[in-house]
C-alpha cells in the first residue's frame, strides 16, 4: 500500500501526476535484495520464490532519487532521465512553492543568521530605468549612503537583490559595469514569465525605490596571466558580468587580444552596441561577432561588428581560429553554457582554460 507519508504532493505537485519511480529489469536482477533492504519508503517487496526484488509501492519513491540504481551490482534498475525531474522544476509553480516553504520553515531551516556579513548588506535605490524591449531593460543602483557602496568589486561578480516588504528570497544578478567611483552599477534585466522578481521590475519599479543587495558575490572573474588572449563568449544578459570584465580591460588594456561572441534570440534584445563599437574604436583588432536566432527592424550590426543568424555556439563552432591557448570566459543559462563547452571541448580546448557563470534556467 502506497504509504501517505511518502506519497504527500511533492513542491505543490500531486504525488500520482509524477511519473518517477524505478523500474526493474527481472532477467538482470541476481537477487541480491540490496534496493529492497536499502530503500527506507518501502517501494520494494522481495519475491522468496523468484528470488528478485519487486517494485511494489512505485508512489513511495523519493521524486528525483536514484539510490537503489546507484547501489545495484547488476545494474538492473533504471529510471526516467533526470531531464524529467529538472523539467518539474523549472516550472513557476514548482520554484515558487519551494520558496515559499523556505520561508515558511524558516525556524527550523535557517543555518546562519539571516544577514551573513554586514558589510555585504547594501542599501541600494533605483537611479534610473532603462526600457529595451518589453523583455530586456537596464537598470543603475546607487548607493543609499556611503557605507552601501559597491566600489570594490571584481568584473564579473554579481549582487543578490532583495526587495523590502517581499517575503521573496534574494535573486543574484551580475554587475553589468566596471567599478565605478560613486558606487553606482548597472543590472541587465530580462523579464522571465511568471518570474516573481522581474515581472514586479517591469510592471511596478520606478526609480527611487529601495533595494537591498548582498554581495558582491561569486567567483566568475577574469584570472588570466597578462598576455593571454581572451574569448568571451555571453548569451542573453550573459552579457552582463562579460560587459563588466571588458569595460575594465578596456580602461586598463585596451589593445589586449581579446575576442566577444555574444547570442540573444532576437536582435531587438540586443543592447549597449553602442559600448562595442566604442571597444571596436580602442581595440580595432578585437573581433566582436553578434548572433540571434530572428532578426527584427531590419536589423544592422554595427560597423566593423560580425553578424550571425543562429545560436552563439553554432557561430563559435565555426570560429577558424585555434583557441587552445586562449582563456575562455562563458556566462549566460545554464543549458548554452553546456552547448558552448562542448564546441571548445569539440575543439581541444582545455578544461582549465574555461571559466563558466551559469544563470539556471
Ligand atoms: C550568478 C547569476 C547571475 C545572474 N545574472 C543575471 C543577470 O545579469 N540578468 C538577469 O536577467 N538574470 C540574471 N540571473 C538570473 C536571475 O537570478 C533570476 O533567476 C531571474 O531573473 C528570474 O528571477 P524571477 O524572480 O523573475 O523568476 P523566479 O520567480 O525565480 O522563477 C520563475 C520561473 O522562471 C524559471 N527561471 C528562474 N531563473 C531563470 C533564468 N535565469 N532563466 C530562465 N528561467 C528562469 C524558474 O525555474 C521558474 O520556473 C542570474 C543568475 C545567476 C545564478
Ligand atoms: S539491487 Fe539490483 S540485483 Fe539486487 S535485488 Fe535489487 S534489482 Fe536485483
Ligand atoms: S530511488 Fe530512492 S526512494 Fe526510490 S526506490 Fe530507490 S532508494 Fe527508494
Redesign the pocket.
Known amino acids: 500500500m502506497p504509504d501517505p507519508k511518502f506519497t504527500k504532493p511533492w513542491h505543490g505537485i500531486p504525488r500520482e501526476e509524477i511519473d518517477w519511480h524505478p523500474t526493474i529489469n527481472e532477467d538482470a536482477c541476481i537477487g541480491c535484495g540490496t534496493c529492497v533492504t536499502g530503500c527506507s519508503r518501502l517501494v520494494y517487496r522481495f519475491d522468496y520464490g523468484k528470488n528478485k526484488a519487486v517494485v511494489a509501492d512505485p508512489l513511495n519513491c523519493l521524486v528525483g532519487c536514484t539510490t537503489c540504481s546507484n547501489t545495484c551490482p547488476a545494474h538492473a534498475i533504471s529510471f526516467p532521465p533526470l531531464e524529467y525531474v529538472a523539467d518539474l522544476?523549472?516550472?513557476?509553480?514548482?520554484?515558487?512553492h519551494v520558496?515559499d516553504e523556505l520561508v515558511e520553515r524558516k525556524e527550523q531551516l535557517f543555518w546562519r543568521e539571516e544577514i551573513p556579513d554586514e558589510e555585504k548588506v547594501k542599501h541600494l535605490i533605483v537611479d534610473s530605468i532603462e526600457k529595451i524591449s518589453d523583455k530586456?531593460m537596464i537598470i543603475t543602483l546607487r548607493p543609499k549612503s556611503e557605507a552601501d557602496c559597491t566600489c570594490q568589486f571584481t568584473p564579473g561578480q554579481?549582487m543578490?537583490?532583495r526587495i523590502p516588504g517581499k517575503d521573496?528570497t534574494a535573486?543574484?544578478?551580475?554587475?553589468?559595469s566596471a567599478p565605478r567611483k560613486d558606487g553606482s552599477f548597472e543590472?541587465?534585466?530580462?523579464?522571465?514569465?511568471?518570474?516573481?522578481?522581474?515581472?514586479?521590475?517591469f510592471e511596478e519599479m520606478k526609480a527611487g525605490d529601495e533595494l537591498v543587495g548582498i554581495g558582491p558575490?561569486?567567483g566568475?572573474w577574469l584570472r588570466s596571466a597578462p598576455g593571454t588572449p581572451l574569448l568571451f563568449v555571453g548569451r542573453?544578459?550573459?552579457?552582463?558580468?562579460i560587459k563588466a570584465m571588458i569595460e575594465q580591460q578596456m580602461e586598463f588594456n585596451p589593445s589586449r587580444n581579446m575576442m566577444l561572441y555574444w547570442g540573444v534570440t532576437d536582435t531587438s534584445d540586443f543592447f549597449r552596441l553602442e559600448k562595442l563599437q566604442e571597444w571596436k574604436q580602442k581595440n580595432p583588432d578585437m573581433k566582436i561577432v553578434l548572433t540571434a536566432r530572428t532578426l527584427s527592424d531590419g536589423f544592422q550590426p554595427p560597423e566593423g561588428i560580425l553578424f550571425r543568424q543562429g545560436t552563439v555556439y553554432d557561430a563559435l563552432a565555426s570560429e577558424p581560429a585555434v583557441l587552445t591557448h586562449w582563456d575562455i570566459y562563458v556566462?549566460g543559462?545554464?543549458k548554452t553554457v553546456r552547448s558552448v563547452l562542448d564546441v571548445l571541448r569539440n575543439k581541444g580546448v582545455p578544461e582549465k582554460n574555461i571559466y563558466t557563470?551559469?544563470?539556471?534556467?
Open positions: 522544476l523549472s516550472k513557476a509553480e514548482t520554484h515558487h520558496e530586456n554579481y543578490a537583490l521573496w535573486r543574484a544578478y551580475s554587475i553589468g543590472v541587465d534585466l530580462r523579464r522571465v514569465e511568471g518570474g516573481r522578481f522581474t515581472t514586479w521590475a558575490m561569486g566568475f542573453g544578459t550573459g552579457f552582463a558580468p556566462a543559462p545554464t557563470d551559469s544563470f539556471g534556467g
